[in-house]
C-alpha cells in the first residue's frame, strides 16, 4: 500500500515537470478538448417528466405506455379561470370562453405560419361550450354540444343552463364549480404521446400539394395487411417522441398570449395547472434559478479566494478553472446524447464549490512555499509533492459518494451520479494541469514578494488564531466532548425515525406561487388536480360489454367516491356511459340510470353511445371492448394519503374484481397515472437510501484504511464521518423536512465531501506521528497545518449550499440547508471530536506516554 | 339529396361513364354527382374497422378488427329522384343484430335530415338527432370511421372548385380537384377543404383526402374493386383511414342490385319494429341479387 501511495505521489509530483515541458501542447490540447466539449453543450437537454424518472422496463412505466398507447395522452392544461362577475355561466364569460375556445382550436386559422405554432400540440379543447351531452325528449335522442353556438341571453336561460348542466354527472367540479364561480377549460395534447411510428404522418401536413400525395400513397396501401401485431402483446409498446422542456415553455407562452387579451382577462382571471404549466414553470425557473446559483457560488468563490489571498490572479485561475469544468461536464451530458433533470443546478454547484477546493489546497501550499523563500518553479513542485495526492484522493472519495448513487434504479439520480462525479474529476484534472501553466503567466506572488516581507503573516493571523483556540480542546476534554457528541448523535437518531418518505411536486413549490395557488384553488373549488389510472384487461374482445363486469367496474367507483369523500372527487368510466346512455333510451328516466342487467341490452346501449359520441367512447375503453379504463381524480396528494388510497383500490380489487377471473381467466387489472408513478419512485427512494449510502460509507472506509494505513485509525476516522449522515437524518425528522429526490442527494454528496476533511486531518497527522511520535504535538501540528483549509472549504461549502435557499423548490431549499448543516457538522466533528478520539485511542495505545507538549 | 343515407353511401361507389375533354372543375365535378345510381338499390355490406400502426412504411392493424355486417334497401323519390328513404339493419355482430335505421334525406337544403334508430332489445324506436342547428354534425356511422358527412351527398353550389393537378392514380388518367366550402357550408362541416382524384373516362373519386376544421389531413378515403353492374359502376370497396385517431375503416360491398321493385310502405317505422314484415320484403329483394 505505502508503495502505490510512493507511486501516485511520485506520479503527481511530475505533473509540473511534463506539462511545462509540453507547454504548447497542453494547451492546445486544452482548448481542443475544451472547443469539442462547448460544441456538446448545443445538444443539452433537459427533462423533468414523470416518466423520465423510470427505467424503460419498469412495471409501473411499461402500465402507464400501455395506457397511452390505447387510450393516447394523458397531458392537460386544465385552465381554471374565475369568472369577475361571480357567475361562469354568465353571456359575458361565456362568450370569453368560447372566444378561447376558438382560438385554440381554429390556431391555423389565425396564425401566419400553423405549421410551427406549438398548438400543432393541441388535440382537443373541451369546455363547458363544447361539453359532448346527449338529451332525450320523450321519443327524440339528441347528441349535441352542451352550449354550442346558442349563447343563452336572458337571465332565465342563464338559470335554465345551470340547472341543466348541474344534473350531468361529469360536468359539475370539472366544467364549472358548484358555486359556478369557477369554470374550467381543458385542453388536451399529445406531450409524450405521439407514437414514433406516427411521426411520419404528423407535422406539416397542412398545404398538401398533388406533389406530396405519391409519397404518402407509399405508406397506405389501398388494402391493408392483415394482423400483424397485437396491441396486447408485448412486443407492441410504441415508443414515444419525447416532449422538450422548451416546447413546454413555448405552448404556455402561445396560451398566455390568448388568455392575456382583454376581450377575455376582462371577464376572466386564469389559473392553468397540469403538467405543461408545471413544466414550463420548472425549466423556466430552473434557468434563471441555474444562472442566480452559478452566480452566488461564483460570488462566494471569488470573495473567498480573495479574503485568503489578496491577489487578482489568485482569483481569477481558479474561477476559470471551475468555469471550464462545468463547460466541460455541460459538453460531456450534452455529447452522451441523456436529458438532464433540474439536478443539473446541484451538478453546477458541486463542480463550482468542489471543484475550487483543489484550487485552495494547492494555491495556498504554493503561496506558503513562496513565503519559505522558495522560488515560482520549487514552490510549485513542493505544492504537488505536498498537496497533489490528498486533492486526488478527495476528488476520488467525492466521487464515490456521488457514484453510489448509480445504484438507485431512479434515471435522474443515476445520471446525476455519473456526470457529477466526472465534474469533480474534471476539476481535479484541470486544476492539476492547468494551474501550473497558469501560474508561469501570472501568479500571486510575484510583485507582492518584492513589496513585502511577509504578506502571509497577517493575513492568515485571525484564521489561525481562530482556529488556535480549539487545537487543544480535543484532547484535553475528550470525557466531555466524547459523551456530548454521543447524546448529539443519539438524539438525532431519534429524531431521524421520524422521517418520512414523501413527494410532491406541488407541495414543494414554495407558498405564494401562483401555479402553487392555482392548484390549491383547484382542489378546493374543482375537480383536484391528482390522478390515478386503473386498467382492466379481461382479455377478452368484447369483455367489456358483459353486464357483469360493468357492474364490478361500477361498484368499484362508488366504493372509492363514498370511502374517501374527501380525497377523490370523480370517478369516470364505461360504466358512467352506459348508464347514462340506458337512461337516455328511457327518455331520462332517473330509475333508468342503471347497467342493463342482459346483454343484448346492454350491446345495443353502447352501441348508441358509440355511434352518438365515438370520442368519448375512445377515451373510456379499447375499440374491441377489451380494455378499459377507470380514471380517478383526486385531491393533489402527497404520498402518504396516495398510498392509503392506492392501497384501498389493491384490496378492493382483490376481493371484488379477482373472483371474475372464473370468467376471464386472462384478466389483469393494473394502476398507472401518476400517481402510482409517484408512490413507485418513493418506494425507491425509502430502500435505496440505505443501499446506497452504506456502499459509498463501504468504500471510503476502504480508501480511508488504505490511504492511513492503519487500520486503528482508519476505524477511528469513520465514526466522525457518520455524524453527518446522522445530522442530515436527524433534522429531516426533527424539522419535518421530508425525504425526497432533492434531499436523497444530501447522503451521497456529504459522505463524499465530508470525508476530505478527515483525510487531510489524518494525513498530517499520520506524518506528523512518524516523525515525533508525540500524540498531543501531532494533533496540533496537524489543526494548525490542515485547520485553515478545512475551515475555509467547508465555509465556502456550506454557504454554497445555502444558495440554494433561494430556489422555489422546497425540496432543493431543504437540500441546502441540509447539505450545509451537515458539512459543517463534519467540519466540526473533524476538529473535534477526531482529535478526542484520536487521544483516546492512541493513549490508550501507548498509555505510557505522559509528556506532554504545551503549544508555545 | 342530402344527409345521411344508404344512397349517399352509394353516391360514394357509383358513377356514371362520360366523356372527358378539357372543362372547368365545377363541370367535372357536377358529372361526378349526377352520375347513374339506380332508383332503388339493395346491397348486403360489411364495415370492419381497426386501430392501426405504421411500420414499415405500411399500414398494419394492431388488434382485431371489428366487423358489422348489414342489409339496406334505398329509394329515390320525387321527379328527379332527388330525395331518398332507406333502411339498414344489422345482421352481425349478434349483439346488435335488428338494430335498425330509417332514414329521409331531402333534396331541400333548409329540410334536416329524419333519421329513426330502432333498438331491438329495448324495443324502441328513437329518433335521432346529432348536433346543434348550423354547427358540423356529431357521431359517426355503426361506430366506424365514416361520419354523416361522408355519406352524404354533396350539393355542387356548396363548394367551389380549383383543379390543382392531372396524375395517373390505380393505373387512370385522373384530375386532382380540390373543393373548397363556401362560407356558410363551412360552419357546417367538419372539413375546411378537400382533394379529390377523379377518374377522368369513368367520372369516379377514386381518392379523397380531407382536411379537418384546423387545415390539417384529417381521412383518407380510397375506393377500389371498381366493376360495371348493370350499366351502372360500382365501387365495392372503400377504405376510410382516419389519420387523427389512427383508425381504418373497411366498407365492403359483399353483393348488390339495382332497379328492383319497393314498396313504398318498406320505408316506414314498422320495418324496423315488426321483424316478420320486414323480413318477408327482404327476402323479395334478396332475390333481385341473382341479376348481379
Redesign the interface.
Known amino acids: 500500500m505505502a508503495n502505490i501511495r510512493v507511486r501516485l505521489n511520485r506520479y503527481f509530483e511530475n505533473i509540473p515537470y511534463v506539462v511545462r515541458s509540453n507547454r504548447w501542447k497542453t494547451w492546445i490540447g486544452f482548448i481542443l478538448l475544451t472547443v469539442f466539449m462547448v460544441a456538446g453543450v448545443g445538444r443539452f437537454k433537459l427533462d423533468i417528466s414523470m416518466v423520465s424518472f423510470f427505467k424503460e422496463k419498469e412495471p409501473v412505466k411499461l402500465a402507464y405506455d400501455r395506457f397511452r398507447a390505447v387510450f393516447g395522452g394523458d397531458e392537460i392544461v386544465y385552465i381554471v379561470y374565475e369568472a369577475k362577475d361571480g357567475n361562469v355561466f354568465s353571456p359575458h364569460s361565456l362568450k370569453a370562453v368560447r372566444g378561447i375556445q376558438d382560438e385554440l ?5 389565425l396564425t401566419k405560419s ?1 405549421e410551427t405554432s406549438p398548438f400543432n400540440r393541441i388535440t382537443d379543447v373541451i369546455t363547458i361550450i363544447n361539453a ?1 351531452y346527449l338529451e ?1 325528449d320523450r ?7 352542451f352550449i ?3 349563447l343563452p341571453k336572458t337571465e332565465a336561460e342563464v338559470r335554465g343552463l345551470q340547472q341543466l348542466a348541474l344534473k350531468q354527472k361529469d360536468y359539475p367540479k370539472r366544467y364549472f364549480s358548484t358555486d359556478f364561480r369557477y369554470g374550467g377549460l381543458i385542453i388536451k395534447t399529445d406531450f409524450n404521446a405521439v ?1 414514433i ?2 411521426l ?2 404528423s407535422g406539416s ?6 406533389d406530396d ?2 409519397e ?1 400513397e ?15 402483446s408485448e412486443d ?1 409498446l ?1 415508443k414515444f417522441e419525447k416532449t422538450q422542456m422548451k416546447e413546454y415553455l413555448s405552448f404556455m407562452k402561445e396560451i398566455s398570449v390568448i388568455l392575456d387579451k382583454p376581450e377575455y382577462s376582462d371577464h376572466l382571471a386564469f389559473y392553468p395547472v397540469g403538467n405543461p404549466p408545471l413544466m414550463s414553470y420548472a425549466f423556466k425557473n430552473m434557468m434563471s434559478e441555474m444562472g442566480m446559483i452559478m452566480l452566488g457560488v461564483l460570488l462566494l468563490i471569488i470573495g473567498v479566494m480573495w479574503i485568503l489571498f489578496r491577489s487578482f490572479s489568485a482569483v481569477l485561475w481558479p474561477v476559470l478553472i471551475v468555469a471550464f469544468s462545468l463547460v466541460w461536464v455541460m459538453g460531456t451530458i450534452g455529447w452522451s446524447g441523456l436529458a438532464m433533470t433540474e439536478m443539473y443546478n446541484v451538478i453546477v454547484f458541486l463542480v463550482l464549490a468542489v471543484g475550487i477546493a483543489d484550487a485552495i489546497h494547492i494555491l495556498s501550499g504554493y503561496i506558503y512555499y513562496r513565503n519559505q523563500s522558495l522560488s515560482h518553479s520549487d514552490a510549485v513542485l513542493a505544492v504537488y509533492k505536498k498537496s497533489c495526492l490528498a486533492c486526488f484522493l478527495t476528488s476520488i472519495t467525492t466521487s464515490i459518494g456521488l457514484l453510489s448513487m448509480v445504484l438507485v434504479p431512479i434515471i435522474p439520480l443515476q445520471r446525476f451520479a455519473v456526470f457529477a462525479a466526472s465534474g469533480v474529476i474534471y476539476a481535479f484534472v484541470l486544476t492539476v494541469v492547468l494551474l501550473p501553466l497558469m501560474l508561469d503567466i501570472w501568479n500571486p506572488v510575484s510583485k507582492k514578494k518584492a513589496e513585502k516581507i511577509s504578506p502571509s503573516g497577517s493575513r492568515t493571523h485571525f484564521i489561525q488564531q481562530f482556529i488556535r483556540r480549539f487545537e487543544t480542546i480535543g484532547f484535553r476534554f475528550p470525557r466531555i466532548i466524547i459523551p456530548i457528541f454521543t447524546v448529539v448523535a443519539l438524539i438525532l437518531i431519534i429524531g431521524s425515525t421520524n422521517v418520512r418518505v414523501e413527494s410532491n411536486a406541488i407541495e414543494n413549490l414554495k407558498d405564494g406561487i401562483p401555479l402553487k395557488n392555482a392548484y390549491n384553488l383547484v382542489d378546493r373549488f374543482m375537480g383536484g388536480t391528482g390522478n390515478l389510472e386503473i386498467l382492466v384487461d379481461t382479455g377478452k ?2 369483455g367489456l ?1 358483459d353486464p357483469i363486469v360493468l357492474k364490478a367496474i361500477d361498484d368499484l367507483q362508488t366504493y372509492l367516491q363514498s370511502s374517501f369523500p374527501d380525497l377523490v372527487v370523480k370517478t369516470f368510466s364505461l360504466a358512467d356511459m352506459a348508464k347514462d346512455s340506458f337512461k337516455a ?1 328511457h327518455a331520462g328516466d332517473l330509475e333508468k340510470h342503471i347497467i342493463p342487467e ?8 353502447l ?2 353511445f ?5 370520442k368519448d ?2 377515451q373510456l375503453v ?3 371492448y377489451r380494455l378499459a379504463r377507470i380514471g380517478i381524480n383526486s385531491k393533489n396528494l402527497g404520498s402518504i394519503k396516495g398510498l392509503k388510497l392506492m392501497n384501498a383500490v389493491d384490496s378492493y380489487i382483490e376481493r371484488n374484481l379477482k373472483p371474475l377471473v372464473a370468467t376471464y381467466p386472462d384478466l389483469t387489472i393494473t394502476t398507472t397515472g401518476q400517481l402510482p408513478l409517484q408512490l413507485k419512485l418513493m418506494d425507491y427512494i425509502s430502500w435505496s437510501q440505505v443501499r446506497s449510502f452504506g456502499i459509498a460509507l463501504t468504500v471510503i472506509s476502504i480508501i480511508l484504511l488504505l490511504v492511513l494505513g492503519c487500520i486503528r485509525i482508519g476505524l477511528v476516522a469513520i465514526i466522525p464521518n457518520l455524524l453527518p449522515i446522522v445530522t442530515a437524518f436527524g433534522v429531516m425528522g426533527i424539522f419535518d423536512m421530508p425525504l425526497d429526490v432533492h434531499t436523497l442527494l444530501v447522503v451521497p454528496i456529504v459522505i463524499g465531501i465530508a470525508v476530505d476533511d478527515t483525510i487531510h486531518f489524518l494525513t498530517h497527522f499520520r506524518l506528523e506521528m512518524q516523525a515525533s511520535g508525540d500524540l498531543k504535538q501531532s494533533i496540533i501540528r496537524s489543526y494548525r497545518e490542515a485547520g485553515q483549509a478545512i475551515v475555509f472549504t467547508s465555509l465556502v461549502l456550506a454557504f454554497g449550499f445555502l444558495v440554494f435557499l433561494f430556489s422555489s423548490n422546497k425540496g432543493f431549499s431543504y437540500f441546502g440547508i441540509l447539505s450545509a448543516v451537515s458539512i459543517l457538522t463534519a467540519t466540526i466533528a473533524d476538529l473535534l471530536l477526531l482529535p478526542a478520539l484520536l487521544f483516546v485511542v492512541e493513549r490508550n495505545r501507548q498509555h505510557s506516554e505522559k509528556a506532554v507538549v504545551q503549544p508555545d | 339529396m342530402k344527409a345521411f343515407t344508404t344512397a349517399s353511401l352509394s353516391t360514394l361507389l357509383i358513377m356514371t361513364t362520360s366523356l372527358s375533354f378539357a372543362q372547368p372543375p365545377r363541370e367535372i365535378m357536377k358529372k361526378v354527382n349526377e352520375r347513374k345510381d339506380g332508383t332503388t338499390q339493395f346491397s348486403k355490406i360489411e364495415l370492419s ?7 414499415n ?10 366487423v358489422k355486417i348489414m342489409e339496406s334497401v334505398r329509394k329515390d323519390f320525387g321527379p328527379a329522384e332527388q330525395d331518398s328513404k332507406s333502411v339498414i339493419t344489422i345482421l352481425e ?4 343484430r335488428g ?1 335498425g335505421f330509417l332514414q329521409f334525406d331531402w333534396d331541400d337544403p333548409d329540410r334536416e335530415t329524419d333519421q329513426w ?1 330502432y ?4 324495443g ?9 342547428e ?2 358540423p354534425k ?6 366506424t370511421e365514416i361520419t354523416y358527412e361522408d355519406i352524404e351527398a354533396r350539393h355542387l353550389d356548396d363548394y367551389t372548385y380549383k383543379l ?2 392531372r ?1 395517373v392514380y ?1 393505373e387512370r388518367d385522373c384530375w ?1 380537384i380540390q373543393s373548397t366550402p363556401t362560407p356558410e357550408r363551412l360552419k357546417k362541416s367538419n372539413y ?1 377543404k378537400s ?1 379529390n382524384w377523379i377518374d377522368k373516362e369513368r367520372y369516379l373519386t377514386l381518392k379523397s ?1 380531407l ?1 379537418n ?5 384529417l381521412k ?1 378515403i ?1 375506393n ?1 374493386e371498381i366493376k360495371k353492374i348493370n350499366e351502372i359502376w360500382v365501387m365495392r ?1 372503400m ?1 376510410v ?1 382516419n ?1 387523427e ?4 375503416t ?1 366498407f365492403r360491398l359483399l353483393s348488390t342490385a339495382f332497379d328492383f321493385k319497393v314498396d313504398d310502405q318498406f320505408f316506414t317505422q314498422r320495418t324496423l319494429t315488426d321483424s316478420v314484415f320486414r323480413e318477408q320484403n327482404l327476402k323479395q329483394y334478396r332475390l333481385s341479387l341473382g341479376s348481379r
Open positions: 382550436l381554429n390556431f391555423r386559422l400553423p359532448s332525450s321519443d327524440t335522442l339528441i347528441s349535441r354540444d354550442g353556438d346558442g407514437p411510428d406516427a411520419q404522418n401536413n397542412g398545404n398538401l400539394t398533388v400525395e405519391p404518402f407509399k405508406i397506405t396501401d389501398t388494402e391493408a395487411d392483415i394482423i400483424s401485431t397485437d396491441i396486447y407492441y410504441p374482445t368484447n360489454k333510451l342482459d346483454e343484448i341490452t346492454l350491446a345495443q346501449t352501441f348508441m358509440e355511434s352518438a359520441n365515438p367512447r375512445r379499447s375499440d374491441d | 374497422t381497426c386501430r392501426y400502426t405504421v411500420a412504411r405500411k399500414i398494419k392493424c394492431i388488434e382485431k378488427s371489428r355482430p349478434a349483439g346488435e338494430i334508430m333498438f331491438s332489445a329495448l324502441k324506436v328513437k329518433r335521432i338527432i346529432s348536433g346543434n348550423d354547427e356529431t357521431g359517426s356511422f355503426f361506430g390543382i393537378g396524375e390505380q386532382v375546411s382533394i383526402i382536411f376544421q384546423q387545415g390539417r389531413r383518407r380510397t377500389s370497396n377504405l383511414n389519420l385517431t389512427k383508425r381504418l373497411t
